[in-house]
């Protein structure tokens, strides 16, 4: 809801998956500022134009830490495709990140 | 926040606390929790911490105008709605009146991954959040360990919980954190080790099958605080933790004198009765009338327009009604007046703690002016000699308090040995002791009464022997035979003993008075024998006289005719004259 960005590169994502992936962050703090970082550059490569990507700023919008149960910051939040799973920390670990989020497109 | 602390001007200031409203703890705790710290509440599965947590809350909000937050990372939100609702606390109510805020944690280990440096400052913007949006003074975390559960690297979680516990205080709000109970330590992840302020414990334990709940203040910095194990409970109100009143000799004390109900007992004692107020101990082994005397109490104070609460811990209320009217005492239009409320339970039913409770909220309902417990020494079946002891204490130390007339009834077992002493050792806590004993002498078994003792008062020192009558109980007069007091087929014989010796008095004064009668008319008869001789002697010379009277005046003529006819000058002289 904060930075809302689209996918910019296809104009037409390829078929299959998409994914909404959703950061919360807690201000600009050094670990939010690498995790948004690192999150960016894993989608571009692995799935690029087939994500969307919001940030959210607690300290803005404390009201949306209870809608996805949010302790730990910075947590990226996987809403589609389902099941939701969460990944806490910087994402400075790609293998988890990519594990944690299956950020691999199926090949059909 | 600042001017809610209560400062004593005279004093140096003394620490902050919140009351919690909860029955009982707040006197252990000598005013509450301390106020804008965390307080830690640990204790074994089903002891009650979470609910202790959320009284905590609802009555902050209910009687001290603070609201609250409830982060809750167990049961949700609406699952805790339902759980307290049978304790009357209307938590969705709470809720829209915006006093009261739940917030449920989900944690999903399986949902999360870690994927570098985290923090836990999501925890601290959602209850930072939740405490703005009301306001609130006071927070619950119930139950915080379930963080280690979800997070992997206890290390971050260590350091964020002594942060948040920091963050906390530093929001001035007062906050209990709940925390299940480990093996040789006070929490399984050691939260001891971060809230310093005030740990409470609590306790379950099984002894004998009977549950007893118990609560001790581990540590209250900066405060004095009770020490000891306090039972609690949960009941429909929700929790209370005993002793409700504080263990202190300092009650007013009446001068007014009671009736005991039976006129022969009143007139045992000095004053014709016992102190309002003051508690009676009526000792005895098994039917020996206790239950009779105590009931011929509580009527007597339903006459006097008092009410009356009776414990029965044997007999149903109509058992007992119809006992009673067997001799001659109805208790049923006293129920009707609403005069006399008899509650029948048996011992077993509950725990020590929930009679004491029951006693206190029943008392609290009914305002009686006079308890009877009959018999306190099937409590002993609940709970162990100390702890019925010390419930006892309680129990009379309130009915006392409350200037509340209390009978209890005690079976003592053993007719030898234990006597004079009952097993709850309540005996130095009354005021008035009353032992009704068996005298069983040959071939029976008669009932006799004496008091031990009555402070303030003295008192008779006889062993009277009483009777369950028709119409009540009598007292009846001493007898003294050869060997002391005598009772029962021995007074009987003494009785007939002494009216066999009265007839043969009278037998005896009848014969002498017979013999008497006797002697008087041979007296009389007598008299009249000499009498009668008299008489004839009496004839005999009054005759006599007469004829000696008559010769004579017929010799005076004779001579007079012989003068005339020679010389009438000349007498001559007269022979014999």
Known sequence: ?108 | MQEDIPFQLASLPRLPKAPTGIDGLDEITEGGLPLGRPTLVCGSAGCGKTLMAIEFLVRGVQEFDEPGVLMTFEETAEELAANVASLGFDLPQLQAAKKLRLDHVHLDRSEIEEAGEYDLDGLFIRLGYAIDSIGAKRVVLDTIEALFSGFPNEAVLRSEIRRLFRWLKDKGVTTVITAERGEGTLTRQGLEEYVSDCVILLDNRVIDQITTRRLRIVKYRGSTHGTNEYPYLISEDGLSVLPVTSLKLAHQVSDEILSSGVPGLDEMFQRRGWYRGSSVLLTGTAGTAKTTLAAFFAAEACRRGERCLYFAFEESPAQLLRNMRSVGLDLQPFIEQDLLRIEAARPTLNGLERHLVTLHKLIGDYQPAAVVIDPISNLISVGSLSEVRSMLTRMIDFLKVSNITALFTALVSGRHGQLEMTEEGVSSLVDTWISVRDLEGVGERNRGLSILKARGMAHSNQVREFLVTGQGIQLLDVVIGPEGIITGAGRLSQRIHEEAQRVVHQHEADRRERELERKRRMLEATIANLRTEFETVEEELRRTSHEEHLREAAQRDGRAARATGAAPDYLPPVPNA
Do not use: F
């Not at chain 1, 950061?23 to 994500?51: D, F, I, M």
């Open chain 1, 1 to 108: 809801m904060e930075v809302r960005e689209e996918t910019s590169h296809v104009a037409q994502p390829t078929a299959g998956e998409t994914w909404e992936l959703r950061l919360y962050v807690a201000g600009q703090t050094a670990k939010s500022v690498a995790a948004l970082a690192n999150l960016r550059r894993y989608c571009e490569q692995h799935v690029p134009g087939r994500y969307q990507l919001e940030v959210i700023d607690l300290l803005q919008h404390p009201q949306l830490a209870e809608g996805d149960q949010i302790l730990a910051i910075p947590t990226v939040v996987r809403k589609v495709p389902e099941p939701i799973r969460k990944v806490i920390g910087d994402l400075s670990n790609e293998e988890r990140v990519l594990v944690g989020l299956d950020l691999r497109p199926q090949l059909r």
